[in-house]
Structure formats: structure tokens, C-alpha cells
């Protein structure tokens, strides 16, 4: 029986994002394959977060180009990638906060392509005269990564409902980094 990998690190990722203590027995479990099948496709958990991490990057990518960051204002942009990260959320939350990724001092170079691609969406609403300058364009994306794992969790913890929540991310993040007209 051949073990479909991303399914197995879909299945890590939700017991994960739940629960961060989660034992390689409990994913191999989940993912309806033994322990000795876990360790065959990830030597350990060191392999295991890293293999998740490459498909939070991927997937993430792939909102990021779903939600057009280029195209129409800022502010259109940032909704539009609020709504696309949404499905990858839980998966996020649990990545920006496993500090077992930085242990080694190498960060992944694709966590600074997707930062990137992020400070020049701030960057763009605050060039053009949308969003606040007062703000660094990498606390406003640090601000992002934060809102979104603190609405996945919320999600997940059925304080907020689900259908609530990109616009909840969306209105407070823009009404915290909109440029006041009023002086």
C-alpha cells in the first residue's frame, strides 16, 4: 500500500496545530499507518516539522498567488490574501510558533520569500498614502502571521465562528493600519 505523504503531513499538521506535544505514535495513527511507515517517509520529528513546514511554505505560496497581491489597492489585497490563507491557517499558526524550526539558526529561505512578498503589500498601501507610515512594513506583516494564528486558533476553539472570521482578521488589521485623513 503506497503512503500518500501529503496526506500523512495534513493529518500531522491538524493533530499538531491541536496539540504541539503530539506523539509520533498518535500521527501514525491518525494517518492510519505504523509508526515504523512514519519513520520510514520522516526519521523523526526534526524531519517531520521541517516536511510540514515545506508545505505550509507551498501552500501558503499558493494562496499568496491565488490573492493577486499585485492587482487592484492594498487594502483589496490584503482581504483578498486574509480569505485565501484561511484554509491553511491552522497550519500556519502552527509553524510561526514551533520554535523548533529556528533551533538550528537557519530559517527556510522560502519563510523570507513569503515575508517579502508580505512587507511589499504594506509597503505599496503605505506608498500609496493607504496605510500608516508610523508602522514598519515587517511589524504590520509580523501583525498578519500574528492575526491569522490567533483567528485559527479561535476557530478551532469554537470562540469564533469560522464564517466570521476573515472578516474579523480584515477589520481590525485595516482599522488599525489605515491612514487617518483627519488631522
Same mark, same amino acid.
Given at each position: 500500500?503506497?503512503?500518500?505523504? /501529503? %496526506?500523512?503531513?495534513?493529518?500531522?499538521?491538524?493533530?499538531?496545530?491541536?496539540?504541539?506535544?503530539?506523539? &509520533?505514535? /498518535?500521527?501514525? =495513527?491518525? *494517518?492510519?499507518? #505504523?509508526? *515504523?511507515?512514519? $519513520? =520510514? $517517509?520522516?526519521?523523526?520529528?526534526?524531519?517531520?516539522?521541517?516536511?510540514?513546514? !515545506?508545505?505550509?511554505?507551498?501552500?501558503?505560496? %499558493?494562496?499568496?498567488?491565488?490573492?493577486?497581491? !499585485?492587482?487592484? !489597492?492594498?487594502?483589496?489585497?490584503?482581504?483578498?490574501?486574509?480569505?485565501?490563507? /484561511?484554509?491553511?491557517?491552522?497550519?500556519?499558526?502552527?509553524?510561526?510558533?514551533?520554535?523548533?524550526?529556528?533551533? #538550528?539558526?537557519?530559517?527556510?529561505?522560502?519563510?523570507?520569500?513569503? +515575508?517579502?512578498?508580505?512587507? *511589499?503589500?504594506?509597503?505599496? @498601501? %503605505?506608498? %500609496? @498614502? !493607504?496605510?500608516?507610515?508610523?508602522? #514598519?512594513?515587517?511589524?504590520?506583516?509580523?501583525?498578519?502571521?500574528?492575526?491569522?494564528?490567533?483567528?485559527?486558533?479561535?476557530?478551532?476553539? @469554537? =470562540?469564533?465562528?469560522?464564517? +466570521?472570521?476573515?472578516?474579523?482578521?480584515?477589520?481590525?488589521?485595516?482599522?488599525?493600519?489605515?491612514?487617518? &485623513?483627519?488631522?
Amino acid at each position: 500500500m503506497a503512503v500518500d505523504r /501529503e %496526506q500523512v503531513l495534513k493529518e500531522a499538521a491538524a493533530l499538531l496545530t491541536r496539540r504541539a506535544t503530539t506523539s &509520533m505514535d /498518535e500521527i501514525a =495513527r491518525a *494517518a492510519g499507518i #505504523s509508526r *515504523a511507515t512514519l $519513520h =520510514r $517517509h520522516f526519521a523523526g520529528r526534526d524531519a517531520l516539522i521541517r516536511a510540514l513546514e !515545506d508545505l505550509g511554505i507551498e501552500q501558503f505560496t %499558493q494562496a499568496m498567488d491565488a490573492a493577486r497581491l !499585485d492587482d487592484g !489597492d492594498a487594502a483589496d489585497a490584503l482581504r483578498r490574501l486574509i480569505a485565501e490563507a /484561511e484554509p491553511v491557517a491552522g497550519v500556519l499558526a502552527f509553524l510561526f510558533t514551533e520554535n523548533q524550526l529556528f533551533e #538550528s539558526g537557519e530559517i527556510n529561505a522560502g519563510w523570507a520569500r513569503l +515575508d517579502d512578498r508580505i512587507n *511589499a503589500l504594506f509597503r505599496r @498601501g %503605505q506608498e %500609496q @498614502g !493607504d496605510f500608516r507610515i508610523d508602522l #514598519s512594513s515587517a511589524w504590520l506583516t509580523e501583525a498578519f502571521y500574528g492575526l491569522i494564528g490567533a483567528g485559527a486558533w479561535a476557530v478551532h476553539e @469554537g =470562540r469564533v465562528a469560522r464564517n +466570521d472570521l476573515n472578516h474579523s482578521i480584515a477589520e481590525l488589521l485595516l482599522g488599525g493600519i489605515r491612514r487617518s &485623513m483627519e488631522k
